[in-house]
């Protein structure tokens, strides 16, 4: 989603420039980038904040995966308030972008902070400014050819003041100034994700249940690949037939590439990805999240609607899509169905709210609830799905078994008559 600077870059051009040069900070390799290779951009950086909550000593590797506190586009890179960072103290701060060179040479460049920081460019530390510190100046200087360059900048403030403030003097110039607006610029249009809550740097503290991404598997539990060679689906659901078969959805994601549905053999009990067999059952689904099996016959919640898959040929593939019920959609990219749920007659599934490009919830929601969750006692009210094709049915055409069994017969499809709850939540994205 957004632009990963520490990769190495690729130059379009095998021949353009890397320049050597041995000023100021030392020998730096500069390479650039050309307008090609970058992605829409718009003025300004990335600034993101992570609330660590602990006093550092220096800046600090966050553990993979956290989503930051704050996540925003700021013109230029020149901040001294806890307005600027949205949080006072103790935390750590993220800052990316790309720097546009329009005539090749040294750029000398002054970073000011408060406490440690470290300015790379194309992934080249040339300011080394770490430790605690009050408001205080380093320069460092480095050769760049003309186009982009890949910017960042980590930081930490410990207590008190906190500031980052990052000057440079082009070639031709006579005094350091703040790097203009002109010449920043970020990932246009990118969808900025924040959550709450403290975040964690590597090897400050890491036990059992702290809720972050798991690196590895408890040591009560093996971990078994599942995924025979070429197969990489972006699994969106997940559920257990009763024969021991693996029901995946996978997400699909966009207008053009559409969600599956595969049935997975031999993925219990002692196996490996040689001996798994994966079977697609059903395809052009939009976007499903989730999916569920009830009675002989598979769901799947799309983004606006339950799907019944059925088989009536009996060749293992779904000829026959059902829907059983809608609920409110307003088209809104960010609007999902997630994590369906089957009990009694009823189906359950959870629907996120609509964001606008920038992160901000869109307002009013195009998709209305057709009942607020209760502000007194906090109970999530229901709201009906809206059954379709009612007819009576059987359970003919289900998924088909893999040893020989009787279908179940069901009274009425009506009776699946599904309720939803009306919470939506917002607080992250797959995306
Ligand atoms: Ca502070
Ligand atoms: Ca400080
Ligand atoms: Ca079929």
Redesign the pocket.
């Known amino acids: 989603m957004h632009l990963s600077i520490d990769k190495p870059f690729r130059r379009a051009l095998p021949a353009a420039l890397v320049v050597l040069a041995t000023v100021g900070a030392g020998l730096v390799i500069a390479p650039a980038r050309a307008h090609a290779d970058v992605p829409p951009q718009e003025p300004g950086v990335t600034l993101r904040v992570f609330d660590v909550q602990v006093g550092l000593n220096e800046i600090c590797t966050l553990k993979p995966g956290q989503t930051p506190n704050v996540d925003k586009l700021m013109p230029t890179i020149d901040w001294t308030t806890t307005e600027d960072f949205g949080i006072g103290d103790y935390f750590v701060s993220e800052v990316t972008g790309n720097i546009s060179v329009a005539t090749a040479g040294t750029h000398d460049f002054r970073l000011t902070s408060d406490d440690g920081s470290r300015l790379r460019i194309d992934g080249t530390v040339v300011i080394d400014h770490d430790g605690l510190h009050s408001p205080t100046s380093k320069d460092g200087s480095v050769a760049l050819t003309e186009g982009y360059h890949a910017l960042r900048i980590d930081h930490f403030d410990n207590q008190v003041d906190q500031q980052i403030t990052l000057e440079w003097r082009p070639p031709g110039a006579s005094d350091f100034v703040v790097v203009p607006s002109s010449v920043l610029s970020t990932d246009a249009g990118v969808v900025r994700v924040t959550a709450p809550g403290r975040k964690e740097c590597e090897g400050v503290t890491d036990t059992p249940g702290d809720g972050l991404p798991l690196t590895g598997v408890h040591p009560n539990y093996t971990l078994t690949n599942l995924r025979p060679d070429g197969f990489e689906p972006q699994v969106s659901a997940m559920d257990w037939l009763p024969d021991g078969r693996l029901a995946i959805a996978t997400w699909g994601g966009t207008d053009n590439e559409l969600g599956e549905v595969y049935l997975l053999s031999n993925v219990t009990g002692s196996t490996d990805p040689s001996q798994v067999l994966a079977q697609r059952i059903a395809s052009g689904l939009k976007e499903p999240m989730g999916i569920k099996y009830v009675d002989g016959k598979l769901y799947v919640s799309e983004k606006n609607g339950l799907v019944e898959l059925n ?10 899509y059902r829907t059983i019920a809608t609920w409110p959609f307003g088209g809104n990219f960010h609007e999902f169905a997630f994590g369906l749920l089957y009990r009694d007659g009823f189906f359950y599934l959870n629907l996120s709210v609509a964001i606008d490009y920038g992160g901000a919830t869109t307002d009013p929601q195009p998709a209305p609830t057709a009942a607020p969750p209760s502000k007194s006692t906090g109970t999530p009210a229901r709201c009906p799905m809206w059954p379709v094709g009612c007819a009576p049915r059987t359970a003919s055409g289900g998924v088909p078994a893999a040893t020989s069994s009787s279908p179940t017969t069901r009274a009425a499809g009506c009776r699946r008559r599904s309720w939803c709850t009306s919470s939506r939540t917002g607080s992250s994205t797959t995306t």
């Open positions: 088989d009536t040929n009996g060749d293992g593939v779904t000829d026959d």
